[in-house]
């Protein structure tokens, strides 16, 4: 067939066409539904190599959690995300609900890593050390991680909330496993910077309307069960231009 090398080019021309129509149509979606900064964030980790040994290219460094980054934490003994969600407490304060949630992949488990309360605004990629006061933004809600002394709903500890005004009670102390700096996949732990407590999660699970979700509380004492790691996230790197 004298005309099969045109047909198959026609072909390949289509199909290269809706490869192309595809691609842009994603991107398109990927932007629509996280965002400006997300997409920001997933292009850099497209072009900026992560690992390199030319001493020209070592500006760029994905190593260590920074201002800016939106982040998933792990807690360390259960495996659970610390998450939250448009559910309210039915006692306490009865402000957003901050669970344990099993499942890695859900949005809801984001959070953006800010400056403290009444702080200049800092610089995306700037390093978080050791006893730097951070707050935490739920990326869905914008809700801040937040503590009181309203009682938890399971464990009767210290309430840990979402608050979307924005006061004192939104900050945290990072404290690190001895490390000068917060790194990605160390261990951490997050100290309520008003009350002096801890963030915690237990084995403590909700019922109705959020069953198996975990209690995130605050406790008086450091332990096993007030240790967190980061996991998956869009990390901005750290680079000469914003090191202290």
Known sequence: DLHYP?????????????????GVISLVVLIMRFGTVIFITFFLALVVPIHTTDEDDEEFDFSYVTCGSMIKLKHELTGYRL????????SGSQQQSVTGFPNADDPNSYWIVREALKKPPCLQGSLIR??????????ATRKYLH?????????????????????TGDN???VTNGADIWKRGDLVRFQHVDTNCYLQSNQKQFR????????ICCVKSPDAWTTWRTEEGFY?????????
């Open 147 to 167: 503590s009181h002394l309203h009682q938890s709903p399971l464990t009767q500890q210290q309430e840990v909330s979402g608050f979307p005004d924005g006061d």
């Open 6 to 22: 045109l047909r198959r080019q026609r072909q390949m021309c289509i199909r290269d066409s809706i490869n192309a129509e595809y």
């Open 130 to 139: 050791n006893g730097g006061i951070i707050r935490l933004q739920h990326y």
């Open 83 to 90: 998450h939250s969600h448009e559910v309210t407490y039915g």
């Open 172 to 174: 945290w102390k990072v």
């Open 208 to 215: 109705n309307p959020i069953p198996g979700q975990q209690e």
């Open 236 to 244: 901005f790197p750290y680079t000469q231009e914003t090191s202290e």
